[in-house]
């Protein structure tokens, strides 16, 4: 009786052990599902994914985890966590000029497996291109962003000026709204005391918008290698670019000492005139009898107009467990569903061209987005593809606030291109 009660144990646990390996699916579950870990942005992502997640794991039976950190803390725990090889995290929320320097040190994978060259072909160029390092696909976008020209229209009624018509076609000039703001100061604001501004990027100092001054005078952010700044960044197209903003500043018609946090609130306030600054803005903007218009061009430029553009985009964790599971939900949040219930969720301007041409051919289309999709389309420049990025916008964000404090437009940009060449150099091959 023993020997059948203890033959009888054994077969019970043979068979729930043949259960479980059975249900098991590689993730130590046993209901028949998967589950992948998201390094995400937090803020109000989170709760903007929950119902998207939850329509993934409805479709696919894998559960996507978020864990969320705060901008600044994202980027030090793929710094530390990521770069030690974690298998913690399978997707990770890349912002887009970082991905260069993920790729050439091995934090994220190579993903040209996983899309087609007709998939490729199916984002905006400057996306594309972003989430690309020497050809290969590291990092498909989420979404992209844009900038548009705001402008306060009872300010300028009240010194006179009436902005003309304009839109993709037929923009208005950097010398346009320089010559508008001048006339409205020099009646509301004559002596340029009264802390008025005229023009005013919303960015000002940051090389996410700045950069595009040079981009729509058709110059380069950095040569094609990634390393090289040297007959880039210093040339007479540069040079000229930032000559005419400095001079908005020594004549008045932009504030020294004004941050990025100053921007906005001066608009929303009644006390700007002009406003380069992204499609938020429009949802920001509460007291201001406003309108809008496409990104202003260079005289004699306009066709190569260069706007400000990048967001953010995934990559798979090198050390994930879980690469082809990571790479399957990716797809589906870059180019299938996931990607349209994102869009609406967080009114972000599209990274495809089918949703560009969803919202171009859509009459009823936000006219805002309208410009926003145009502009993602056809004008957007990508920040510098390089490794070495973080160097790079530290030395150009100190060397714009150089040149709008007065130092000497050419000797600012030698001295950025000899900061940048020093820093290249620990990240070349």
């Not at 770069?83 to 040209?112: E, N």
């Not at 969803?358 to 289309?365: L, Q, T, V, W």
């Not at 000797?411 to 620990?426: G, H, K, P, S, Y």
Request: aromatic letters at 10%; proline letters at 5%; one cysteine or more.
């Amino acid at each position: 009786m023993k020997k059948l009660l203890v033959l009888l144990l054994i077969t019970a646990i043979v068979f729930s052990s043949f259960l479980l390996v059975g249900c098991d699916n590689g993730t130590g579950q046993a209901d028949g599902t998967e589950e992948i870990t998201w390094l995400v942005l937090g803020g109000t992502w989170p709760d903007l994914l929950e119902s998207i997640l939850e329509t993934y794991y409805e479709e696919s039976n894998v559960t996507v985890t978020l864990e969320p950190y705060p901008f600044g803390d994202l980027f030090e725990i793929i710094e530390v966590r990521v770069a030690a090889g974690t298998s913690d995290f399978d997707v990770i929320s890349v912002d887009v000029p970082m991905v260069a320097s993920y790729a050439t040190r091995g934090l994220i994978l190579p993903m040209d497996e996983y899309f087609t060259a007709e998939d490729r072909a199916g984002w905006i160029p400057s996306a594309l291109a972003a989430g690309s390092w020497q050809g290969v696909l590291y990092a498909p976008p989420m979404n992209t962003s844009t900038q548009l020209l705001w402008y306060n229209v009872d300010l300028l009624a009240e010194g006179g000026v009436t902005v003309r018509d304009s839109d993709v076609n037929n923009r208005l000039t950097y010398e346009e709204i320089e010559a508008y703001a001048r006339e409205a100061l020099d009646v509301i604001d004559p002596d340029r005391n009264r802390g008025f501004e005229g023009i005013v990027f919303q960015q000002v100092g940051r090389t996410y918008q700045m950069n595009s001054l040079a981009n729509s005078r058709g110059e380069a952010n950095v040569a094609p290698d990634g390393f090289t700044v040297d007959g880039v960044i210093n040339t007479d197209g540069w040079v000229e670019a930032y000559t005419w903003w400095q001079n908005l500043y020594d004549e008045g018609l932009a504030l020294r000492g004004f941050t990025p946090d100053d921007s906005s609130p001066n608009f929303n306030s009644g006390r700007t005139l002009f406003m380069i600054g992204g499609t938020w803005t429009y949802h920001q903007v509460q007291d201001v009898n406003f309108a809008f218009a496409p990104i202003p061009a260079f005289a004699g430029f306009e066709g190569q107009v260069g706007s400000p553009t990048g967001s953010w985009h995934f990559g798979i964790n090198s050390g994930s467990e879980n690469v082809e599971s990571a790479a399957e939900f990716i797809r589906w949040m870059s180019i299938g569903e996931g990607n349209d219930l994102w869009l609406v969720a967080n009114n972000d301007v599209p990274s495809t061209m089918r949703a560009i041409q969803a919202i171009e051919n859509n009459p009823a289309s936000d006219p805002v987005m309208r410009i926003a999709a145009f502009e993602a389309a056809n004008t957007a420049v990508p920040r510098a593809l390089t490794p070495g990025f973080p160097e790079y916008q530290d030395i150009m964000n100190t060397t714009f606030d150089d040149i709008r404090n007065g130092v000497d437009v050419r000797t600012a940009l030698d001295n950025a291109v000899a900061q940048i060449t020093a820093a290249m150099e620990r990240h070349m091959p």
